[in-house]
């Protein structure tokens, strides 16, 4: 029997670390989704085209963010920490980061709920190549977590 323990003990680690990589299904609440998708769909038109078009996608879309940023409410707050799991444009990624840092401590608790969220958009399906690969969303997501909690603000304006 004392063989079976660190099997045992083994295989509940194991369990463990497999369940805390797992991530939590989370359908954004209707008005986020509202101001998110809009985005979302330029951005995956984008991802799907070329040229001209696919910047002239990743610029509207660009523009939509800004109009997000410039907004003060709990639900743009929330918009800005969902669009940190999607690819917006390297340097509109930034900004969204930027932000979301500048709005200080309140986006603690939004940023600890998506950072390992699995988004599931109530009318919308987006494609895969559109998600940030998990390794840059982590660090984008730590970056933003230790930012605010030190109060410091990342990038500039």
């Known amino acids: 029997m004392t063989k079976q323990l660190p099997e045992i003990l083994i295989f509940t680690i194991a369990l463990m670390l497999l369940g805390a990589n797992l991530a939590a ?3 954004p609440p209707r008005d986020i989704q509202q101001l998110v998708t ?6 995956a ?5 070329q040229g001209e078009h696919e910047n002239a ?21 929330e918009a800005l920490v969902v669009l940190m799991n999607f690819y917006v444009g390297e340097s509109t990624g930034e900004d969204v980061i930027h932000h979301v840092t500048v709005r200080g401590k309140r986006m ?10 699995h988004l599931v958009f109530s009318e919308h ?5 559109l998600l940030l690969a998990p ?11 230790d930012s605010v909690k030190t109060g410091k603000i990342f990038g500039e304006d």
Not at 108 to 117: E, G, I, V
């Open 25 to 27: 299904e989370i359908v």
């Open 38 to 43: 809009p985005i979302l769909d330029l951005c």
């Open 45 to 49: 038109e984008a991802k799907t085209s």
């Open 57 to 77: 996608a990743f610029w509207q879309a660009a523009k939509l963010i800004g109009t997000l940023i410039q907004m003060k409410t709990k639900a743009s707050d």
């Open 108 to 117: 603690l608790p939004l940023l600890l709920k998506y950072r390992n969220a």
């Open 125 to 129: 399906k987006y494609p895969s190549s």
């Open 135 to 145: 390794d840059v969303r982590k660090g984008d997501f730590d970056v933003a977590i």
